[in-house]
């Protein structure tokens, strides 16, 4: 009789559990990136009341074990990481994985996993979560090259990063001389360059047209002819540059480095019609300041700057585990590794089997109402069931006190 009392006491006790579990599902359901939890429930050990009995050769059959269970107990409270849905923010420091993975977040003493990509500046840049953690990363050196395989290290953005200039060592000439034009006839195109102070100055080719099939150039700097550079092209019948398609041209610049150009004439022609010749590239740039930042679906944050030009500063780190699901959580959306996690594989979003990170957008809760709700009806039911167990129970050991009566 003492048996069923403990059973249904043992029924009382894990569907409460249960609720409570379903309850902080429901509590979450627009908390960014909640993940849900689900209960699942197991047998405890059975009294056997008389063993099993194999079968007799030409006798008796085999007889099966005589077991009364004792009730029944949490078998594990698990943590399940369906991706939720994409809510779009259009905030840029906003992140949402699309995909396996966590963001890598740090106090400067402790590591914390999470999915919630909801971040911002700080008053130095970094970009932290709600709390005040740290986003991280590996940032880019100078020159913008970003090396994922160092330490990680903060996500800053370097709000008053300076370009220094760079001055122009090389230039692409396109388009078309005319086949037709006489001897003596000139074609002449400028283009700005800069110096190594980043200031501009005015660059000028004339091509001289000297016989057939055959141009002679001349290149000028601010007008000053005392430097520079000339050569000759000589195109084949078919239009193309037979030679002469590289040149140099050197000026001496006041207060700056001299000029040394390598200019490039491949991709010119001659053709008949008008002539079209002109500088489509010069890879010089004066000074410029941090404009703005964007980020791409591998997580590389790209500075453009007031020059114009752009420069990868950073690259967000994502981790994956084999099993996520080990993860402890530790309340504002984060987690730590446990002993059955496993250890975190990090590296860049996009690889390696991690997600890919879609920037202006947070991924939602993925808490099914409807299942929760079916779930509490269902959990309501089994703790019903298991007081009307305890009820009967006792109504039974009463009428047995009642016997004596």
Request: charged fraction near 15%.
């Amino acid at each position: 009789m003492m048996r069923s009392l403990f059973s249904g006491v043992s029924g009382l006790k894990n569907h409460q559990t249960r609720m409570d579990v379903i309850g902080n599902n429901i509590a979450n359901v627009n908390t960014v990136a909640f993940k849900a939890g689900r209960v699942t429930f197991e047998d405890i050990l059975s009294q056997t009341v008389e063993g099993a009995r194999s079968p007799q050769t030409g006798g008796l059959g085999g007889v099966n074990p005589k077991q009364i269970g004792l009730g029944m107990s949490v078998a594990g409270v698990d943590t399940i990481f369906t991706p939720g849905s994409i809510e779009t923010t259009n905030n840029p420091t906003d992140f949402a994985i699309q995909g396996s993975g966590f963001f890598v977040v740090s106090d400067g003493e402790q590591v914390y996993y999470t999915r919630d990509g909801a971040f911002k500046e700080s008053a130095d840049g970094s970009l932290v979560n709600s709390s005040g953690l740290r986003l991280q990363g590996w940032m880019a050196d100078a020159d913008g090259v970003i090396d994922t395989n160092q330490a990680l290290q903060n996500i800053v953005i370097p709000v008053d990063d300076q370009m220094r200039p760079k001055a122009t060592d090389s230039l692409d000439f396109e388009g078309n001389l005319d086949a037709n034009a006489a001897v003596g006839d000139t074609w002449t195109t400028s283009v700005q360059v800069f110096d190594s102070l980043g200031n501009t100055h005015n660059l000028t080719v004339v091509f001289d047209k000297t016989a057939e099939n055959t141009w002679d150039w001349d290149a000028t700097l601010d007008g000053d002819t005392t430097s520079g550079g000339s050569g000759t092209i000589v195109f084949s019948p078919d239009g193309s540059i037979s030679s002469g398609g590289t040149g140099t041209a050197n000026f001496t610049v006041a207060g700056a480095n001299p000029l040394n150009l390598n200019i490039d004439f491949s991709q010119l022609t001659q053709f008949g019609g008008n002539p079209t010749a002109y500088i489509g590239f010069q890879n010089g740039y004066e000074a410029g300041s941090l404009d703005m930042v964007s980020t791409d679906s591998s997580g590389v944050l790209t500075g453009i700057f007031t020059n114009g030009q752009s420069k990868a500063l950073g690259q967000i780190a994502l981790a994956n585990f084999s099993n996520p699901g080990g993860l402890l959580k530790q309340g504002g959306n984060l987690y730590q590794i446990s002993n059955n996690s496993g250890l975190p594989s990090i590296g860049p979003a996009d690889s390696g089997g991690r997600g890919s990170i879609a920037v202006g957008s947070l991924e939602m809760s993925n808490v099914d109402l409807a299942q929760e709700f079916t779930n509490m009806i269902i959990t309501q039911r089994g703790f019903q069931a298991n007081s009307r167990v305890i009820t009967v129970s006792d109504e039974m050991l009463q009428d047995l006190i009642n016997i004596k009566r």
